[in-house]
C-alpha cells in the first residue's frame, strides 16, 4: 500500500459526497489547542499531539475534522449545507501501538434543520452505498437515549452531571452508578477523611496545583454528595436494560419501548429512533438487518449525541471501523456563539479500504 494510491481512493470517495451534492472544504493541520481542551477537557491530551506556537500558543495536530468544520461553518452563518474533505488526521495512539499515529479521513457532514430523522437517514444510507463494494458489518446506535436516561435519573443535579460528563467513559460510569447505588461501598480511607473534623490534619506538605482552600472546598463537595440518598437499585437496573439492547433494530426498538413503560425519561429519544428506522427503510435500507447496539459509539468522539454508526470488517476484529459517524448537534451550540443548527456526519478511513483491495479481505469478490 503506497501513500498514493491511498490518496487516489480518497479522492474518489470525496468525488462521490460531492456528487451527493456536498462542497469541498479544507482545514488547517495545526488546530487551536484551547477550543478542544475547553470541549473535552485534559482527555484529549492523551489522543492527540499537542506542542507551542510562539505567536498562536498551545496548538495541536488535526485529530480530527468534524470540530474545525462546524467552527467554520457556524462562523458564516449556520445556514443549511454539505460539506465534504479529505486529509490527514493525527491520533496518538497508546492503547493500540499498532495503529499508525498519522492517516487519511474522507468525510462527508449535513447541516439542516428540516428533519433529524431524515438527515441520519441520508448520511448512513449514503455511507452504506459508497461502501457497497465491500461486505462491512454496519452497527447503529443512539447516545441520545442513554443521556436521556441518565438526565432522567432520580438524583441529585451533580450527580447526574459527573454521569453526563464520563459516558463516553464505561467503566468510570459504572463505578458512580455502582457509588451512587451503595453496590460499591465507600473507600475506607475516603470514609475517615469525610468524618474528620479537620480533613488537613495528618497532611503533609502542599504539593501540585490545588491549594488549601481548593482541597477544602473539595471535601466539603464529596461530604454533601456523601450525603445524598442512594441512587434506587431499580433505576440503576433499567440503566442496565437499556445498555444490554442489542438487535435488529425492529426489536431494539420493541425492547427499548417496554423499558421506556418504566423509564418514561426516554420515550421522546425512542420515538426519534422510530423516525429514523422508517426514514433510514425510505432510502432503501432493510432496518430487519441493521443492527442496534445501546452502548455502540461510548469510545468514540465525545461530541456525539445522538444517532451513531460504524461499519467494521468482519475478518478484521482488530481493525478499528473502516466507516464511522453520527449526530453532534450540541456541538454547534457550543462552537456557534448564540447560534445553533442540527448536524449529522461520519468519515472513511481510505487506508484501510486500499488495504482491503490488496488483500481481497471483505471485498466483494471475495465472496464468489
Sequence with gaps: MTLATVRAKAAALKSRFEAAGAVSVDCAVLQPAEVLLDLYG????????????????????????????VQMHMAEGAEPARYTYAGEVFRRQEEHPERAPEYFQVGYEVFDRESAAAADAEVFALFSEVLSDYTLRPVTGDIGILTAAVLGLETSAPRRAALMRHIWRPRRFRALLDRY????????????????????????????????????????????????????????????????????????????????????????????????????????????????????????????????????????????????????????????????????????????????????????????
Design 42 to 69: 485534559e482527555d484529549v491530551r492523551t489522543r492527540a499531539f499537542v506542542t507551542t506556537d510562539p505567536v498562536r500558543g498551545e496548538v495541536m495536530l488535526r485529530p480530527d475534522f468534524t470540530v474545525p468544520v
Design 181 to 368: 447505588s451503595g453496590r460499591a461501598p465507600m473507600p475506607a480511607s475516603r470514609a475517615a477523611l469525610l468524618a474528620s473534623e479537620d480533613p488537613m490534619a495528618a497532611a503533609g506538605p502542599m504539593i501540585g496545583l490545588r491549594d488549601e482552600d481548593e482541597v477544602l472546598q473539595r471535601v466539603e463537595m464529596l461530604r454533601l454528595d456523601a450525603s445524598e440518598p442512594m441512587l434506587s437499585g431499580e433505576q440503576v437496573d433499567l440503566i442496565d436494560a437499556l445498555l444490554k439492547v442489542s438487535e435488529m433494530c425492529p426489536y431494539a426498538l420493541e425492547h427499548l419501548r417496554d423499558i421506556a413503560v418504566d423509564m418514561p425519561a426516554i420515550s421522546e429519544a425512542v420515538e426519534a429512533f422510530e423516525a429514523r428506522c422508517e426514514a433510514l427503510q425510505a432510502r432503501g435500507v432493510d432496518v430487519s438487518r441493521l443492527a442496534f447496539e445501546a452502548g455502540h459509539g461510548r469510545s468514540s468522539m465525545e461530541y456525539y449525541d445522538g444517532f451513531v454508526f460504524g461499519f467494521y470488517c468482519p475478518q478484521r476484529a482488530d481493525w478499528p471501523a473502516i466507516a464511522s459517524g453520527g449526530r453532534y448537534d450540541a456541538l454547534t451550540r457550543q462552537l456557534g456563539r448564540g447560534k445553533e443548527i442540527p448536524a449529522v456526519g461520519g468519515v472513511i478511513r481510505p487506508g484501510l479500504l486500499v488495504e482491503m483491495d490488496e488483500k481481497a479481505c471483505c471485498a466483494q469478490e471475495s465472496k464468489a
